[in-house]
């Protein structure tokens, strides 16, 4: 297995260096694999699997697409990669255990959720220096910022509420109270609407982000699937707000909302234990990580149909697509 | 904990300006007033002093659920509090009737059946009772009371655990070693039942007689292995050895000393339980963490239903945005009431016996080896009424 992986991996750096960016590159970071499975977002093929570090969760990437960050969860630290080469070129101090994280629209600063902590830690992604740590509640773990970057949300699991956290002066100016254990938090990009997803209440909430208050409750039901599986993580909403994608987890279905009314359209079926979604930058497909079955599915996002699941590594957790 | 709220609320007020959502900082605070009864028995050491009770048993699990009831609380206007009392037998009765003066309306009870059963009715409609430790079915069947609800998984429900992974594995014949006590016999029932449900088969039954004496003595373990498979020999053709011996007498003793080579389970071996320390998914890691910062040991059973308990309280006062005793109390029975536990799915009250509906455990000595119920058993209403007593069968009549 291993001289396997070491083979894919050669031949793999050799393809991505020797051949010009045509298409996207899917990332995808493996929790149990420790490593990111590189896909290719016009051929669906994986392209190889690299190293990353212990345990790696959140995943993004600059808006610029040089810099991809991974948190290494059991390195208590992000590394930072080159996209391309899949060399790291540096490390970000996270606090403990960094699970989850959003960057600033204009790539700096990065918001870092620490559940061992209760805090949500502040790094500068220039300097690679720590700005600040702010207290949140009871393991904080989803992240979601506004779209002008005013305002960065913090979900914490077991105090149940997504703390409003002034991006400027890092002061927690509201908190809202959701379901039970919300997980993500994701604003539409008109900034109008913020849906913040809850794992065990199996709800989630639409609130508004001027006046804090919750507008909407989206539920799920599946039949034949019973309740307690209905279990939402990962929020995506299309650039236009007119579509949000919700992955239900150990429901292994996607559930397909429409943005103005916020009632559900559609349920796509896809891989088992669905967390976490990305888009590709022209929305044409949209990826969804698999815990469970060790795949992602791919969502023809036009169509609300799953058109292809492809194996990646062991326990696939984030996803982020290069947005050139 | 009062002084620790002061300082957070006033570094609250200070940091958040107010807001629609923001209520705490200006709101007078309330308090909610629980309590955690222990009532310990005079008990032999444990054969392994590996399992030597911590002294804080149940108590470390409730001051973790207060931090967490708090945190959330800051931002209610909320308080929550737990007083510990440890008692005897001959004690506990009047510590129960000193809170019942003081207008506490919440006691977590960690108790025996017989002391539990009788601190319920004394509490009457005074108080409602949290049981964190009994686990015979009786008390949810024949002998169950409107105002105890259980957060210890019933001996039915860890049976099923066990028998639905057992018949996954298709290990269908069942060689059962009971101890001789009341509540050996009492958890064999639940066995034999749980092998009816499944559709397992009892080859053999053997009792082991507890003749008195100490659980260990200097190299006890000389005689132990003579006596085990010796003990064990001659057993019909088996695939697996479920122990029940809930008295703690024998079972440890069992793994490797069996005449034939077969797993043992039960009491020993592949054991079912409410919670391990090992256990890290569904965010139980940090969990773990918080708890052991605090109490400087892993987390027991009973510390995690204390909590579970606790919790229940704090999460019942958040949603209903009160702290009124029946108000919290007719909620927590509802069928909207539903807590997290770091087992995966939201925890539910039955409201045919007042059991809090929970995944179990299948635990080695080093890792959750696998969770119940398995994906094969289905069910109308909620997977989790695949363990234990369902509706249908309930003896319980409030």
């Known amino acids: ?324 | 904990m009062k002084g620790r709220i002061i300082i957070l609320l006033a570094g609250l007020s200070a940091t958040a300006p107010a807001n629609a959502q923001q209520p705490a900082a200006q709101k007078t605070v309330q308090t909610v007033q629980a309590a955690v009864l222990r009532v310990d028995m005079p008990e032999l050491p444990p054969i392994s002093r590996l399992d030597t009770p911590p002294g804080d048993l149940g108590f470390a699990g409730a001051r973790l659920a207060i931090e967490d009831n708090d945190t959330t609380g800051r931002f209610m206007g909320q308080d929550f509090d737990a007083t510990e009392i440890t008692a005897t037998p001959e004690t506990a009765s009047a510590e129960l009737d000193k809170l019942l003066a003081e207008g506490v309306s919440f006691v977590v009870t960690l108790a025996n059946e017989e002391q539990t059963l009788k601190l319920a009715d004394q509490a009457g409609d005074k108080a409602l009772i949290f049981n964190a430790r009994a686990r015979g079915d009786r008390l949810r069947g024949a002998d169950c009371r409107f105002n105890m609800i259980h957060t210890a998984p019933s001996h039915a429900m860890l049976a099923d655990g066990l028998a639905q992974f057992l018949m996954w594995k298709k290990w269908t014949n069942w060689f059962l070693i009971a101890g001789s006590h009341p509540e050996d016999i009492a958890l064999a029932d639940a066995y034999r039942r749980a092998a009816t449900k499944f559709g397992a088969k009892i080859v053999e039954e053997r009792t082991y007689e507890d003749t008195g004496g100490g659980r260990r003595s200097d190299s006890g373990h000389v005689q132990v292995q003579q006596q085990m498979p010796v003990f064990t020999q001659r057993a019909k053709e088996h695939d697996v050895v479920v122990a029940a011996d809930e008295a703690g007498i024998f079972a440890p003793w069992l793994p490797y000393q069996t005449w034939d080579p077969r797993p043992v389970t039960g009491s020993a071996g592949l054991v079912p339980h409410s919670w391990h320390p090992a256990l890290e998914a569904w965010g139980a890691t940090q969990f773990q963490n918080r708890f052991e910062k605090l109490a400087t040991r892993r987390m027991w059973d009973e510390d995690y239903q204390t909590w579970l308990a606790l919790r229940m309280i704090g999460e019942a006062a958040t949603r209903t945005q009160s702290t009124d005793a029946p108000m919290l109390k007719e909620f927590m029975l509802s069928d909207k009431f539903e807590v997290a536990g770091f087992k995966g799915q939201k925890l539910t009250m039955r409201d045919w016996d007042h059991q809090l509906r929970q995944p179990i455990l299948l635990t080695t000595g080093d890792v959750t080896a696998s969770v119940s119920p398995q994906d094969q058993y289905l069910h109308q209403t909620s997977a989790l009424d695949t363990l234990g007593i369902d509706r249908p069968e309930t003896q319980c009549k409030f």
């Open chain 1, 1 to 324: 297995m291993k001289h396997l992986s070491t083979a894919i991996l050669t031949s793999a750096i050799c393809l991505g260096l020797g051949s010009p960016a045509l298409a996207n590159r899917v990332f995808v970071s493996n929790e149990k694999g420790n490593d990111v499975t590189v896909l290719d977002s016009t051929t669906l093929e994986v392209i190889g699997h690299y190293p990353v570090g212990a345990r790696p969760r959140g995943i993004t990437i600059s808006p610029d697409g040089k810099e991809l960050y991974v948190c290494a969860s059991d390195d208590d630290l992000v590394r930072v990669f080159n996209p391309e080469t899949m060399e790291e070129m540096h490390t970000l101090p996270s606090g403990p255990d960094p699970e989850l994280f959003v960057l600033h629209p204009s790539g700096n600063p990065l918001y870092i959720a620490n559940e061992d902590d209760n805090l949500v830690t502040v790094v500068d992604t220039k300097t690679h220096k720590m700005l600040a740590e702010i207290p949140v509640g009871v393991e904080p773990e989803g992240m979601g910022i506004s779209p002008d970057g005013k305002v960065v949300i913090n979900t914490s699991e077991t105090t149940n509420m997504a703390h409003f956290i002034n991006s400027e002066t890092y002061e927690i100016f509201a908190n809202v109270l959701v379901d039970s254990r919300p997980r993500f938090a994701q604003y539409n990009d008109a900034g109008t609407k913020l849906y913040v997803s809850a794992e065990i209440g199996g709800t989630v909430s639409v609130i508004n982000p001027e006046t804090q208050a919750i507008e909407k409750k989206i539920t799920f039901d599946i039949p034949g699937v019973l309740p307690e599986a209905i279990q939402p993580v990962g929020v995506r909403v299309t650039k236009d707000g007119k579509k949000v994608f919700v992955a239900l987890g150990p429901a292994n279905r996607v559930a397909v909302i429409n943005g103005e009314t916020d009632e559900v359209e559609d349920y796509l079926l896809v891989g088992q234990r669905v967390w976490q979604m990305g888009f590709t930058p022209d929305e044409k497909y949209l990826f969804t990580t698999n815990g469970n079955s060790n795949d992602v599915s791919v969502i023809d996002v036009a169509e609300n149909k799953v058109v292809k699941s492809v194996p990646v590594g062991q326990q696939p957790w984030g996803v982020v697509v290069a947005p050139n």
